[in-house]
């Protein structure tokens, strides 16, 4: 079982940064790639990036150019680099512990407890 804890939500005005933390601890040894998600409230939860372990990443159009998905392979913690933020990015944000398999993100069974983003004047 992988535990995931997510930091650094908070307020901020459109057009401002944050940076998410995930940091992972337990059975990793499996896991290949790292994910975030985010949940508006009345949507689905989304998938806005992934990081495979060489370090390829992908992101959802929605935030490509704007977020970055990085990791620190030492102190096992992935970041998400939020820039020029806008209301839409308003959202629990969720990281897991996956796989990328067949250039698909298979996310895997082990959720944090989700950082509140919230992008308001």
């Known amino acids: 079982q992988v535990q995931l804890v997510e930091s650094g939500g908070g307020l901020v005005q459109p057009g401002g940064s944050l940076r998410l933390s995930c940091a992972a601890s337990?059975?990793?040894?499996?896991?290949?790639?790292m994910g975030w998600y985010r949940q508006a409230p009345g949507k689905q939860r989304e998938l806005v990036a992934t990081?495979?372990?060489?370090?390829?990443?992908n992101y959802a159009n929605s935030v490509k150019g704007r977020f970055t998905i990085s990791r620190d392979n030492a102190k096992n913690t992935v970041y998400l680099q939020m820039n020029s933020l806008k209301p839409d990015d308003t959202a629990v944000y969720y990281c897991?512990?996956?796989?990328?398999?067949?250039?698909?993100?298979?996310?895997?069974?082990?959720w944090g407890q989700g950082t509140q983003v919230t992008v308001s004047s």
């Open positions: 990081i495979v372990g060489g370090g390829s990443t």
């Open positions: 337990g059975s990793i040894v499996n896991v290949n790639a």
């Open positions: 897991n512990a996956g796989l990328y398999i067949s250039s698909s993100y298979l996310p895997g069974s082990s």
